[in-house]
Protein backbone atom coordinates (compact mmCIF):
# COMPACT_ATOMS: atom_id res chain seq x y z
CA UNK A 1 0.00 0.00 0.00
CA UNK A 2 2.99 2.65 1.22
CA UNK A 3 4.44 1.68 -2.83
CA UNK A 4 1.12 2.69 -4.59
CA UNK A 5 0.83 5.86 -2.32
CA UNK A 6 4.18 6.92 -2.91
CA UNK A 7 3.69 5.85 -6.94
CA UNK A 8 0.45 7.87 -7.31
CA UNK A 9 2.21 10.60 -5.60
CA UNK A 10 5.18 11.02 -7.76
CA UNK A 11 2.78 10.46 -10.62
CA UNK A 12 0.37 13.87 -9.60
CA UNK A 13 3.19 15.79 -8.99
CA UNK A 14 4.78 15.53 -12.20
CA UNK A 15 1.41 15.74 -13.80
CA UNK A 16 0.61 18.78 -12.01
CA UNK A 17 4.24 20.29 -12.96
CA UNK A 18 3.40 19.80 -16.65
CA UNK A 19 0.32 21.69 -16.40
CA UNK A 20 1.91 24.61 -15.30
CA UNK A 21 4.38 24.08 -17.64
CA UNK A 22 2.21 24.24 -20.64
CA UNK A 23 0.69 27.02 -19.39
CA UNK A 24 3.43 29.08 -18.71
CA UNK A 25 4.59 27.79 -22.86
CA UNK A 26 1.01 29.44 -23.80
CA UNK A 27 1.44 32.78 -21.94
CA UNK A 28 5.02 32.93 -22.83
CA UNK A 29 3.54 32.74 -27.06
CA UNK A 30 1.16 35.68 -26.75
CA UNK A 31 4.04 37.69 -25.12
CA UNK A 32 5.75 40.14 -27.78
CA UNK A 33 9.03 39.36 -28.71
CA UNK A 34 12.07 41.71 -28.49
CA UNK A 35 13.69 40.44 -31.23
CA UNK A 36 10.66 41.66 -34.03
CA UNK A 37 11.77 44.80 -34.74
CA UNK A 38 13.66 46.43 -37.82
CA UNK A 39 16.36 47.69 -35.39
CA UNK A 40 17.66 44.39 -34.66
CA UNK A 41 17.84 43.11 -38.50
CA UNK A 42 21.63 41.69 -39.14
CA UNK A 43 22.93 44.60 -42.10
CA UNK A 44 21.88 42.73 -45.45
CA UNK A 45 26.24 42.42 -45.70
CA UNK A 46 26.62 41.46 -42.72
CA UNK A 47 26.15 37.73 -41.00
CA UNK A 48 26.43 36.06 -37.37
CA UNK A 49 29.49 34.46 -37.50
CA UNK A 50 29.45 33.41 -33.64
CA UNK A 51 28.00 33.45 -30.41
CA UNK A 52 30.14 34.50 -27.05
CA UNK A 53 29.56 34.23 -23.45
CA UNK A 54 31.38 37.75 -22.93
CA UNK A 55 32.02 40.96 -24.71
CA UNK A 56 35.81 40.29 -24.12
CA UNK A 57 36.23 37.04 -26.04
CA UNK A 58 33.76 38.64 -29.06
CA UNK A 59 36.27 41.69 -29.76
CA UNK A 60 39.12 39.49 -29.21
CA UNK A 61 37.78 36.84 -32.16
CA UNK A 62 36.42 40.02 -34.32
CA UNK A 63 40.02 41.41 -33.99
CA UNK A 64 41.68 38.51 -35.24
CA UNK A 65 39.76 38.29 -37.69
CA UNK A 66 40.03 41.66 -38.90
CA UNK A 67 43.58 41.64 -38.37
CA UNK A 68 44.22 38.19 -40.35
CA UNK A 69 41.75 39.62 -43.57
CA UNK A 70 38.68 36.90 -42.98
CA UNK A 71 36.58 40.21 -42.85
CA UNK A 72 36.90 44.09 -42.85
CA UNK A 73 34.86 45.01 -40.11
CA UNK A 74 32.83 43.54 -37.28
CA UNK A 75 30.79 44.60 -34.50
CA UNK A 76 29.91 42.58 -31.53
CA UNK A 77 26.24 42.85 -30.47
CA UNK A 78 23.77 41.54 -27.75
CA UNK A 79 20.22 42.21 -29.84
CA UNK A 80 20.14 38.51 -31.55
CA UNK A 81 20.66 36.21 -28.77
CA UNK A 82 19.40 37.35 -24.62
CA UNK A 83 22.42 36.46 -22.64
CA UNK A 84 24.81 36.33 -25.28
CA UNK A 85 26.84 38.15 -27.43
CA UNK A 86 26.97 37.74 -31.30
CA UNK A 87 30.13 38.32 -33.91
CA UNK A 88 28.27 40.04 -36.60
CA UNK A 89 30.73 40.46 -39.50
CA UNK A 90 31.11 42.35 -42.72
CA UNK A 91 32.75 41.28 -45.85
Known amino acids: ?3 WVRRATVAGIIAMSMLGIGATAANAADAPRHG ?3 SSV ?3 NGYIYAVYAD ?3 CEYAGA ?4 YG ?7 DNRYYPGY ?3 VIYS
Open 64 to 67: QGEM
Open 36 to 38: TTT
Open 55 to 57: NLD
Open 85 to 87: IAL
Open 70 to 76: WWHSYIC
Open 1 to 3: MRT
Open 42 to 44: VHP
